[in-house]
């Protein structure tokens, strides 16, 4: 019997590494983007065609290749920094050049220029499959450019299986973004299809912050600057007016890397606790400096995942860290010294520089010391000792009744009886129990088909505003608006662009009433919409969900009589009224023998 065990081809054993680190468009620019700042680059430049799937571009300034560098960059297993097992475990850089190139080349074409300082050539290499098709002296400028076309062009399977357009540029922005704020001192600049997203000058971290995200955060950032024996913490938390109900503006790095951590996430929430809502995320853009001896960022291929030698340790110094700078900013005006914890005025307040900080049984932290700020500000209240984890709510067995015995029950609704409940519940009494309709989900139903049947009508009106309104987005924002003004203007929402990144808002739907601040209306629509790309709607699928979910009434908003009557009655006109559009039920019915069961 013949031998069966062969070794793969270098080809094929690079596409398969390359199936772990290069998942998507975005992997490619972040290899790219991290070996341009290893090479000292103090410009770094990112241009996108067709969301990556034809071009991903990134040119630096930095100090270049040899030639014989160049093409050493391609080879399997060639790396500028580790020479023996243990240096994986005190990595400081990001990548240089070979760690990534291999796999880079083996599932697309690929083409180099590079030159250092001191040569009066560079060298251009070009390489597709694996295989160096040619290489040859060239004039360019000091520093590297690297073009990746065609990604996953020789493998069809991977290739079907990229998103749209929008999406793959949804996680091309994040890791963009990513880079730019690990690295203020590096200008960044970011172009897709020819358009300019982002223009960012070195300058520091809260410059690099305003220039993302916009003018409007100038005000609302505190700085955090902590010094422990355990870890360093700097960086930015925003006041509880920026936090926001969708995710998407919470950033943790550990020694300039992103990470993912819903353990330290947790650590954040928390900090805001009392602060901020349960459905509110708050913004913060934080740096971890630790002994990389301490961490494993190995853990991960894409190392957005890592170990801490003692998380539960991190766990805290995080949280009393960011609770120190909401105390002096913000709550310190509100807060009562008279009942003081005497744990906590020894946690935070000592006659001396530092203080010790024990952070409970079962933890070492009592060796460490923790540094107060530059203003001596020592804050005594009792937020510290607060349980780290909320109670766990289960949520009761829902009954819900199927439809046509919901249309046939809402004949005998005596909706002039009807109640509300915790200013969130619609309780409707009928022949044969109760129906309990939450309001929110329920307006977000009604809207939502309301929205769709717009679609479908023409010379839709929208109210006219007493004073047209100018709205300010960031880049990425005012781009995707740009986008959804024609659908947006058949929902009766008139905005026209203002140059730069400036629109003028002039009429909004005349069924939306409940819908605060025209300019919050318009950033929740938007980031809802972000949020529905991953499941590939139509555009104007997703932007009557966002829609619906950004206009409708909320939980805890009082309704007259008047208002529940109405509501009840939209609902039950909706062709599926069980879900609101994220699929959350709206209603549960009681029926009577199940009550008469129960008060046994």
């Known amino acids: 019997m013949s ?25 490619v620019v972040k290899e790219l983007i991290d070996n341009a700042i290893d090479a000292k680059a103090t410009q770094i430049k990112l241009v996108i065609e067709d969301g990556g799937k034809t071009l991903i571009q990134v040119s630096d300034n930095g100090v270049g290749m040899s030639p014989t560098d160049a093409r050493m960059a391609f080879e399997r297993h060639a790396t500028s920094k580790i020479k023996k097992a243990e240096d994986l475990f005190s990595i400081e850089t990001k990548g240089f050049r070979g760690e990534a190139m291999a796999s880079i ?9 590079t030159k250092q300082t001191d040569q009066s050539l560079g060298t251009k290499i070009s390489i597709a499959e694996s295989q160096i098709k040619s290489a040859e002296p060239t004039a360019s400028s000091d520093g590297t450019v690297i073009s990746v076309k065609h990604l996953f062009y020789n493998i069809p399977a991977r290739r079907k299986f990229l998103k749209s357009d929008t999406i793959e540029l949804r996680h091309i922005h994040d890791e963009f973004v990513h880079q730019a704020l690990s690295y203020p001192e590096i200008a960044f600049s970011y172009f897709h299809n020819e358009n ?6 070195a300058g520091s971290l809260r410059q690099r912050i305003i220039g993302i995200y916009g003018k409007k955060y100038k005000d609302e950032l505190l700085a955090i600057q902590e010094e422990t024996d355990v870890m360093d913490i700097t960086g930015f938390v925003g006041t509880p007016t920026v936090a926001k109900k969708v995710r998407g503006e919470q950033l943790i790095f550990v020694n300039r890397r992103f990470i993912k951590s819903n353990y330290l996430q947790h650590a954040i929430q928390s900090a805001y606790e009392g602060l901020v809502g349960g459905d509110q995320f708050p913004f913060y853009i934080l740096f971890l400096q630790i002994d990389p001896s301490k961490i494993d960022v190995n853990v991960h291929p894409t190392k957005q995942e890592i170990k801490f030698e003692d998380e539960k340790l991190i766990y805290h110094f995080l949280k009393v860290a960011i609770r120190h700078v909401l105390g002096k900013q913000i709550l310190a005006p509100q807060l009562d010294f008279s009942n003081v914890d005497k744990g906590i005025e020894q946690l935070l307040s000592s006659s001396s520089n530092t203080s010790s900080l024990s952070v409970g049984a079962g933890t070492s932290a009592s060796d460490f010391r923790w ?37 046939k029950d809402s004949m005998h609704l005596d909706l002039n009886n009807c109640f509300q409940l915790n200013a969130s519940y619609i309780v409707v009494a009928s022949q044969t129990g109760l129906l309990v309709i939450d309001q929110q989900h329920a307006h977000e139903r009604v809207l939502y088909e309301h929205f769709l049947k717009l679609y479908h009508q023409t010379n839709v009106k929208g109210n006219p505003l007493l004073f047209p309104l100018t709205i300010h987005l960031n880049k990425p924002d005012a781009l995707l608006l740009k986008q959804l003004l024609p659908q947006l203007l058949t929902l009766g929402v008139s905005i026209e662009e203002f140059g730069g990144e400036s629109f003028i808002l002039h009429s909004f739907p005349e069924f939306i009433s409940d ?21 590939e709607l139509s555009v104007e699928d997703n932007l009557a969900r966002s829609t619906a979910m950004g206009s409708s009434l909320k939980k805890g908003k009082i309704l007259n009589k008047e208002e529940m009557i109405n509501l009840t009655e939209q ?10 559009p994220n699929g959350k039920k709206v209603y549960l019915s009681l ?10």
């Open 196 to 201: 300019e997203i982002y223009q960012l000058p």
């Open 105 to 113: 080349a083996s599932v697309a074409q690929v083409e180099m220029k």
């Open 371 to 407: 540094k107060k700020d530059s203003s001596g500000f020592s804050q005594q209240v009792s937020w510290v000792q607060m349980a780290e984890a909320r109670k766990q709510h289960l949520e009761p067995k829902e009954n819900v009744l199927p439809f046509d015995e919901l249309k």
């Open 591 to 600: 029926a009577l023998d199940e009550i008469q069961n129960k008060l046994k």
């Open 515 to 535: 819908r605060g601040s025209e300019t919050d209306w318009i950033q929740k629509i938007l980031d809802q919409y972000r949020l529905n790309l991953e499941f």
């Open 3 to 27: 031998d069966i065990i062969k070794l793969l081809p270098d080809s094929v054993v690079n596409q398969i590494a390359a199936g772990e680190v290069i998942q998507r468009p975005a992997s």
């Open 571 to 580: 609902l039950f006109k909706c062709q599926m009224p069980y879900n609101n």
